[in-house]
């Protein structure tokens, strides 16, 4: 299997290579490649409560970009995206704090590797896609929420904690299909590899699979919000005892923007439940609101709150309130202190208050 596999990358870059060879060269200043990368630098204390009170950093590295092979003149609808990705962390704030909510969402044991490698095909009103990609930037999204640090933020606890899923700091290999019904309706539907990031018997360990249907509003005009709501189900399979559970749960996103003036609001709500004997993490509910442009001379500023709570198999729920701001120094640098208030992390575990610093570099 593993072979197979290296053989089907090997495939995939010697097709880019050959094409690049017999078709009109690709370049950035016609549209057909475009690259991006960002640099975060963060360091977070556990101030008072939780398991020990010492500060714990990371950095992150993720460099990538696609390639649209209509614009550069090879066949219509192709899209080739790519990114490699790496995190050095010193020192472990989940294990500080005791808590499900990680209060870092970019802090991992250290990697370098290839983050995704995909390849989507669109087909009139559907598209597929295929390869190594994080489940997350495709389901279960709420983009209001992307300010915020903690992870139950991002994807929620009831994927992050109750089995190995294909996100954050392990990206999978899977397949979706996405069709857009009308402007307002969308559908799409995946399956991932289980207990990711190994490739060599990707096709053993099990496998997730989920469907989402999307609903969004129309275009804001001025002082008209924007409303998106999104209703997803999934059921993760083992592939043998050692791996993990079998389990199944579902999910809610819903987001609103709206314009007042020079400022800008979103607010989010996400709902996610899983109520299975095996899961650690059965219930979980989130809000939040976004502000941009908080203070008339600061237009690019950003200004974010959100609480989350988690429903588990321990005496209390586990709660936490974060709050954020996002000073942009230029362009492409933001500087972002943080703070969190956690109740009962881990459902049993003294009460924490974090407090940290990010300097987030775009190119």
Known sequence: MRKFHLFLLYAVLLAIVLGSAALPTARADDGALSTSGRLDLGSQANLWGGLQSRAASSALLQWGGSLDTGAAHWWPGGLIEFSIEGVRSDGNLPSRTGAIQYPNNEWAPN?????????RQQLGAAAVRAGIMDL??????SDVSDLLQNSSFGLAPNF???FNDPSFPN?????????????????RAGVWQGNPPGLAQALHQGALWIGEAQWSGAATQGDQPTQDLKLGAWHYAQGGPAIGPTTSGGYLVGETRWTRGARQWGAF???????ARVNLVTQFVAAGVLVTAPFA??????????????????????????????????????????VQRFWHPGGSNPSALVAGLRLHLVF
Do not use: K
Not at 307 to 320: D, F, G, I, K
């Open 111 to 119: 990697f370098l590797r290839v983050y995704q490698l995909t390849y």
């Open 171 to 187: 990206p999978g290999l899977g397949a979706m299909a996405e069709v857009r019904f009308s402007p307002a309706w969308t559908a």
């Open 136 to 141: 997350n930037q495709y389901f279960e999204a």
């Open 269 to 275: 709500i996400l709902a996610d439940t899983s109520p």
């Open 160 to 162: 992050t904690a109750n």
């Open 297 to 338: 001379s600061r237009p690019q500023d950003q200004f974010s709150m959100g609480v989350s709570r988690v429903n588990l198999r321990a005496p209390a729920p586990e709660t936490v309130l974060e709050l954020v701001y996002s000073w942009q120094v230029s362009p492409t640098v933001a500087l972002q202190p943080d």
